[in-house]
């Protein structure tokens, strides 16, 4: 069958074959003939006529998406039962679509206390939670002097020192294990945040530097060029720490620079080994953002941006968040998503407060609708674990007391 895809610039003439997938049936889909052996990557090509395919082709590229999810971890989808800790949402990055963001005379604009920090967690930790997920703007002491003046108050020189000290008071305060995502880090600061944390993250958004010009989402963002994140995440592999990272679509990119972003995770992945984790989240618009008016990506686009994450990415795991997804987020799990992230009981998504969490019952249920069991995780994933494990001292000590044999958590409460 011969099919002509409008969607591309110059109409594209296509073969339709038959295709087999390890543990499928025969698909068709938009490719001259796709082959996916067991844990093989499609290429750069594939996955440029795949972000864009018809309709027609969806359930094929769906199907494809799941069955290598399947291949690599059958049967489950994991989560991790976390405490949200804004431990500041002063920043100096101006982004178009953020609301947590706040100058220090704004309404709301705060910086936790550590026994705030130590609250929250303790709470957390009897509401069987393994995480302690430290969100916070970009190095804000740099732009405004009350930040600095919070943190000579506090007794540190920096929010980098302030997030270090927290991170410790958790690990050593409670069972939760920090998983901070600062913005970009030396590789000093990687090196010491790696002593008091499992994981860390930090999310590329895109490598489309288009963005940083005038009247764009990083527009006023010094903290969004691609290459600085690119080098923060590189040097966290050269170090092996467990890294999570991620796309983030609808913010003026286009589908081909989704697959770039992807591709420049996978080459990192390839060289250093370390990225546990790629989350791809949609932006959603806010009536209080510079971009309230700009569209918001379809679920069209989320299937398509997942399934092609999985199929360049096979043996890595794939996360899409579910209250960003409602009410429909279930179908995520077709487009091949072995993780639904960070989920709280307690804190509520500061980063888009109003999209709750689904409540863990209901995506316990959800989840087995699908046909896969929910398991809660740690926020550092089992085949990272072994690294993590090998280090003397408190950090592998606290491990050691949240994990169960297979890695994941002890609790084994999956609602």
Known sequence: ???????????TIVILTPIRVA????LSSPTSELALERGSPISRGLALRLIRCSEDDLPGLLAAARATKENFKPGVITYSRKVFLPLTNLCRDYCGYCTFRRDPADPGAHTMTPEEVLSVARAGEKLGCTEALFSLGDKPELLFPEMRDTLRHLGYKSTLHYLEAMCELVLRETSLLPHPNPGLLSAEWIARLAAVSPSM???????????????????????KIPAKRLRTIQEAGKQRVPFTTGLLIGIGETPEDRVETLLAIRGLHDHYGHIQEVIVQNFRAKPDIPMAHTPEPSQGEMLRTVAVARLLMPNVNIQAPPNLNAPYYEELLDAGINDWGG??????????????WPHLEQLRLRTESKGFQLRQRLPVYPEFLPAALAKQGLLSEKIKAVRDRE???RTGRAA
């Open 407 to 409: 890695g994941l958590a």
């Open 201 to 223: 993250g930090l999310m590329l958004e895109t490598v489309n530097t288009d963005l940083l010009v005038p009247g764009a989402a990083h527009d006023n963002a010094p903290d």
């Open 23 to 26: 543990g499928t049936k025969h």
């Open 1 to 11: 069958m011969i099919r002509c895809i409008s969607t591309f610039p110059e109409p």
């Open 343 to 356: 989920i709280s009981p307690l804190t509520p998504d500061y980063i888009n407060p109003e999209k709750p």
